[in-house]
Structures are given as structure tokens and as C-alpha cells.
């Protein structure tokens, strides 16, 4: 005789559930939901509705809510179930009366970055901003620097510009709704695909020599490295550089040697390596 334990589905003691609340008229939002014992096919249920559900682990999940899901002021009882039928206990999911509309964000001065840059200052421009204002990137808060009614600046950390996407930036004054958010770029960073002559031959340094580095996500200012060499850029366009290695180093490579060749973009970001290997 096999006995089976079937474990239901339940809410962590803290953190359970993100957000808990959110005002009416909201729009679509994404509900982060998370506890034990959860299995992929599980799902989210918003009173008896059953969301879009996302697994993510056995103690996360994800689930689409519409915007008429929070178009009026009210509470919900969630809850999860598993396949098969086993249902967690029900947390309540708040909607509250819709906040004082918020300032307006009409410009960022900077708009674009690449993935990888470093941290840096994010200047906006609007009306009706506080002392307390927050800007929020992506949804997080950074910190931020009250200037003026219609200035403020916020600190980017180097981690939030990790990856490449479109940024949504928002202002957020004490007690009231965000405003409608501009949007940062995320370029993606450089990289390199190949490297023209690849595998020149020592003599060839007797003279100077041309590199071409073909490369996806070039942007101006950029330039490229040959081993510890800064080449300069004779000629680019978005998919290439070329410059000369000159025949005064020649004395600096040796045959057989491997050489890293990296694209560096004007605010320090490095592509990948392509080693070019002499002859």
C-alpha cells in the first residue's frame, strides 16, 4: 500500500503578496504572489476569477490582473490553487480610492544609455514637484534630490543599467499618484563578431596595419583596444571601426601570440573579447 502526502499550496508568513493594495482605476498590473509548495499549473485566483498564472518557482508565481479588476473601490480575496484541487487560505487584496492626481514629468535631459554603462545623475524637468518627491525607475525608487518646483535629480545606480529595455521613469509627489512616465533607453552594449585580418602574419607588422572590427551596438565615440594599444579610429559606421596598428610597435607582438581586441564606448563600457592571433 503507497501512501502520498499531497501538500497544498500557502502563503509566506511575510511578504506574501505584491502589491497588497492599489488604487481604483489603476491600470493592468502584475501580482507577485509568493509561499510553498507551489507547482507549475498552479493559479492565482482574484475572488473566482482565475488569473493568468505564471510559475516561477515552487515559492513564486506570477499573475496578470486586468485594469476592470481594480476599477472600483473594494476588496479581494486571493488565493492559489494547485492542480488537482488543493487551495491555499485567502489574503485580502485592497482597493482604495483613487489618489490626488500627481505632478508632471515633462522631460529627462539624459534618455538614452548602454547596458553596462556605470551609475549616474538622471535630470528631470516638470511642474509641480515637492520637497519629498521621489522618482521611481522602473517602479523602484532611487534616490532623489529636490532642486525646484520644476527640477529634481535622481541617482541611477550602476546595477539598473545591467541590461537592455525601455525604462519608465515616474515622479511621485508625498500622497499623491505617479505621473505619466517618460522613457530611458537601454541601448545594448557593443559587441564584437569579428575582426579583419584575424590572423595576420609578424611581418606583417613591418608596415602598418589595418583592423577592421565588425560589431553590433556600436554608437559614436566609440573606438577599440589591441591588447594594451588605444587604436585610433580612422573611419566607422554603425556596424564597424577601422584604424591602423603601427609599425612602431612592431616589437610588442610576437608570433604565435594571442591579442584581445575590445570595443570601449566613450563612458567605458567594454564589449567581449575577439583575439586576433599572430602568424
Not at 473566482?48 to 490582473?65: C, E, M, N, P, R
Amino acid at each position: 500500500k503507497l501512501t502520498f502526502t499531497v501538500n497544498a499550496p500557502a502563503f509566506a508568513a511575510t511578504n506574501f503578496m505584491s502589491p497588497t493594495s492599489i488604487a481604483a482605476g489603476s491600470g493592468d498590473f502584475t501580482l507577485t504572489v509568493n509561499g510553498t509548495n507551489f507547482l507549475n499549473g498552479s493559479t492565482v485566483v482574484w475572488g473566482t476569477l482565475a488569473l493568468t498564472t505564471h510559475y516561477g518557482s515552487a515559492t513564486q508565481l506570477t499573475a496578470d490582473v486586468k485594469a476592470a479588476q481594480v476599477a472600483h473601490l473594494g476588496r479581494a480575496n486571493i488565493y492559489v490553487t494547485n492542480p488537482g484541487g488543493a487551495a491555499s487560505a485567502t489574503k485580502p487584496f485592497t482597493i482604495s480610492a483613487a489618489l490626488p492626481a500627481g505632478p508632471t514629468l515633462t522631460s529627462l535631459t539624459e534618455t538614452t544609455a548602454r547596458a553596462g554603462d556605470n551609475g549616474f545623475t538622471l535630470h528631470l524637468t516638470g511642474t509641480g514637484f515637492v520637497s519629498g518627491a521621489v522618482v521611481k525607475w522602473n517602479g523602484t525608487s532611487v534616490v532623489t534630490t529636490f532642486g525646484s518646483a520644476t527640477a529634481l535629480t535622481a541617482a541611477v545606480p550602476t546595477g539598473d543599467l545591467a541590461a537592455q529595455g525601455s525604462i519608465p521613469v515616474t515622479v511621485t509627489n508625498p500622497g499623491t499618484a505617479a505621473s505619466t512616465p517618460q522613457t530611458f533607453t537601454i541601448a545594448a552594449a557593443p559587441a564584437i563578431t569579428g575582426v579583419s585580418p584575424a590572423t595576420p602574419a609578424l611581418s606583417d607588422f613591418d608596415n602598418d596595419i589595418t583592423f577592421t572590427v565588425t560589431a553590433s551596438g556600436l554608437a559614436p565615440g566609440d573606438y577599440f583596444t589591441f591588447g594594451w594599444l588605444t587604436v585610433t579610429i580612422d573611419s566607422s559606421d554603425a556596424t564597424s571601426l577601422s584604424g591602423k596598428v603601427t609599425s612602431q610597435f612592431k616589437s610588442s607582438w610576437t608570433q604565435g601570440q594571442s591579442i584581445d581586441v575590445q570595443v570601449v564606448s566613450a563612458t567605458g563600457t567594454k564589449s567581449n573579447k575577439f583575439q586576433v592571433v599572430v602568424q
